[in-house]
């Protein structure tokens, strides 16, 4: 099989397209990354990374938490839009509906299907990012997208992010893990 | 819209399911991880998170390098086979045909579409993970998969883990990034 060099890159995708979440002032703040992902699972944690100058970033380092949402195909508009305009010019408080936690730390979005509250247990730079590591300490689900009582895939529809920078939404289950390697050899 | 609080979860779904690799003793190794993303673009910087006591964390840690390999829906079955077995009990030398790149540091999967040669740059514990994050010294692609000199998603065909432990193909695309959001207001 032929291989061909490119310049270096990090191409890891498709990736969720997720919306971070951060009081900024008084108000919520919401921004679009796809440099995001789970560090560990029990204890639950999870990473964004954010240009250094990035407004959110100021917002985590000075209330110590974030959220993290997972949008659905049917808010692609309202991701992308802020992930366009910088909350330091634009108040971007009004594009979803904000509620928040038990503990009441930081923002999240309504419409979103899943939504993390993080609490900051390390930050550090790397190159121009600032990478924010957050455990997870509440977790929500949107009633209309369980089944069972558990998340369904199908009905979260998660909008993926992919290197061409088109936004795809997913497809057919393909196979089961912890399973399909059982019929290798 | 109501909301249900779940068990505390880093429900970031779906994402790639890769193949990392890294040199045991004089052999290749891989191991097939979820806990993968983008730290940096330009340098470009990646992390990985694997258990403290996982074996292909040994060889991270000794030689300072691994790489990440991205696969096809086509290789489902070697890919889940490398997470249900440990190399520290079986070797996995010859699930894949391997090859180095131009600094033959980090064993690479001929099979999967893209190959990332990571230089370690820094790692620590977070619980009972430990965490790696390199700089992305060299890109490879499989010519097969590229359109005009830049790789073509529809023909990595990438293998996609899902929170429900299935492996999904792509879906199709619904909008572009840094466009879709113009639409807004």
């Known amino acids: 099989m032929k291989k061909v060099k490119l310049t270096n890159s990090p191409l890891i995708y498709p990736l ?10 008084d108000k919520p703040n919401y921004c679009t990354a796809g440099n995001c992902g789970i560090i560990s699972v029990d204890p ?3 990473y964004t990374s ?6 959110t970033g100021r917002g985590i380092l000075e209330h110590k938490w974030f959220s993290i949402n997972i949008p659905s195909v ?6 992308d839009y802020c992930g366009l305009v910088s909350g330091s010019k634009t108040d971007k ?19 979103c299907p899943i939504n993390l509250v993080c609490e900051l247990i390390k930050s550090f730079d790397i190159y121009n990012m600032t990478v924010y590591i957050g455990e ?11 089944t069972g009582g558990l998340p369904d895939t199908k009905k979260i529809d998660p909008l993926i992010y ?3 920078n088109k936004y795809l939404g997913i497809g057919d289950v393909v196979g089961s893990g912890f399973a399909a ?3 290798y050899k």
């Open 181 to 183: 390697g059982k019929n």
């Open 74 to 79: 049917d808010q692609m508009v309202q991701v």
């Open 44 to 46: 639950a944690a999870v």
């Open 50 to 55: 954010l240009d250094r100058k990035h407004y």
């Open 136 to 146: 997870i300490k509440e977790t929500y689900a949107s009633e209309s997208v369980l």
């Open 162 to 164: 992919n290197m061409d």
């Open 16 to 25: 969720p397209a997720v919306l971070i979440g951060a009081v900024m002032g």
């Open 93 to 111: 408080s009004d594009v979803f509906r904000t509620f928040y936690g038990e503990n009441e730390k930081a923002p999240l979005i309504e419409e």
